[in-house]
Every structure is written in C-alpha cells, then in structure tokens.
C-alpha cells in the first residue's frame, strides 16, 4: 500500500518525532489521515489477534513520551506498547539509554467503550535500571511483572498510580498485521509496527 510507505517514509528520519519540524509533523500528520481512511479494520477492538502483542513506537507527538528525551545524560531508546487483549492490560515499557541502561514502565488496564476507543486506567509505574529490574525484552519483564506485585528498592521503584483521576482514553484509527495508528485523549497521535 503506497500510503502506508509513504507515511513510513516521512516519519523515518523524525527519531519518533524528536527531530520532527513543524512542516514535517503537518506533513505526516496528512499522511496519517489518509492511511485512517484506508484502515482495513472496520472493527480494530474485536480484531484481537490483529491488536493483541508487542508493538513498537515509530512516531508520537506525545509531549509526555518524548520529554523522556530531554532530560540530561538521557536518552530515549526503544519504546513499547505491549497489549494483553485476556488480561485487558497495556504495558508502556521506554527504554532510556544512558551509562546504566534504564528502563520506566507504565502499566494500566483497560475497557472498551466503542469498536474503537478504550477507557485506559494507569494502575503501576516501576522506574528503574534495566540490569537490577533484570530487564531482558517486553516479553520476560511483563511476566516478571506479573509475578510481582512490587519490586523491592533495591531493585527499583515501583509503586502505585492513584486510581483517583480520570481515565484517558485511546482510539485504535487504522489497524493490519503489522501497523497500528492510535490517537489519545491529549490529542496524541501514536504510530507503531508490530514486533
């Protein structure tokens, strides 16, 4: 599909939108709505081996995920959405590069409120290095997640996120086998491949 390469093509050289100029991000944000109206998944939530996996950030506009970059001695490695359709759960893992290797995770479960959009809850955040977290890949830590319910200090921070706030929300816009496009309630647009 030539709108599909043609979007890849323009957000390749943005590092996730990092480097992104605003002509540029007006420009992919072009190609995002014409790949949206091409999306072959009329239903994207009941698609579920389409949606279900680890999936990997290719280009944001979130200020929140790529502000990860702006802190000194940082810098932002790979970013992973992981969802778990059966556990209704999303894990955000960021990798941070710097002399040690970190890693922040944020978990959340969520609900379907249309054949599009989910009601996300944040629920977890573990920030840590990735060598005492024992971080490999998404897959190992998400399990090791799951068999802890929170990590000692020594490991790395890990706590609760107050259920208290509002959930946000996440729409599903375009959806195949290997591309994900998601638009969130701060008015993010999200672009991700399937790994």
Do not use: H
């Given at each position: 599909?030539?709108?599909?390469?043609?979007?890849?093509?323009?957000?390749?050289?943005?590092?996730?939108?990092?480097?992104?100029?605003?002509?540029?991000?007006?420009?992919?944000?072009?190609?995002?709505?014409?790949?949206?109206?091409?999306?072959?998944?009329?239903?994207?939530?009941a698609?579920?081996?389409?949606?279900?996996?680890?999936?990997?950030?290719?280009?944001t506009?979130?200020?929140?995920?790529?502000?990860?970059?702006?802190?000194?001695l940082?810098?932002?490695?790979?970013?992973?959405q992981?969802?778990?359709?059966?556990?209704?759960?999303?894990?955000?893992?960021?990798?941070?590069?710097?002399?040690?290797?970190?890693?922040?995770?944020?978990?959340?479960?969520?609900?379907?409120?249309?054949?599009?959009?989910?009601?996300?809850?944040?629920?977890?955040?573990?920030?840590g290095?990735q060598?005492?977290?024992?971080?490999?890949?998404?897959?190992?830590?998400?399990?090791?997640?799951?068999?802890?319910?929170?990590?000692?200090?020594?490991?790395?921070?890990?706590f609760?996120?107050?259920?208290?706030?509002?959930?946000?929300?996440?729409?599903?816009?375009?959806?195949?086998?290997t591309?994900?496009?998601?638009?969130?309630?701060?008015?993010?647009?999200?672009?991700?491949?399937?790994?």
């Amino acid at each position: 599909m030539f709108e599909k390469t043609d979007l890849l093509d323009a957000i390749a050289p943005t590092n996730r939108g990092l480097l992104a100029a605003p002509e540029q991000k007006a420009d992919i944000l072009s190609k995002v709505v014409c790949l949206e109206a091409r999306n072959p998944t009329a239903n994207p939530l009941a698609a579920t081996e389409l949606l279900n996996g680890n999936w990997q950030l290719l280009y944001t506009t979130s200020t929140e995920l790529l502000g990860i970059d702006r802190f000194p001695l940082l810098g932002l490695g790979n970013i992973y959405q992981c969802v778990r359709i059966d556990q209704q759960r999303i894990y955000n893992l960021a990798e941070i590069k710097a002399a040690l290797g970190g890693l922040v995770s944020v978990t959340a479960t969520f609900e379907a409120v249309s054949d599009q959009r989910v009601n996300v809850r944040f629920d977890r955040a573990i920030f840590g290095l990735q060598s005492t977290l024992g971080y490999q890949n998404p897959d190992q830590f998400i399990q090791a997640m799951q068999q802890t319910s929170k990590f000692n200090l020594m490991r790395g921070i890990d706590f609760t996120v107050s259920s208290n706030r509002e959930p946000g929300w996440l729409e599903v816009t375009y959806l195949d086998s290997t591309m994900r496009i998601g638009r969130g309630n701060q008015g993010s647009v999200f672009v991700l491949r399937k790994v």
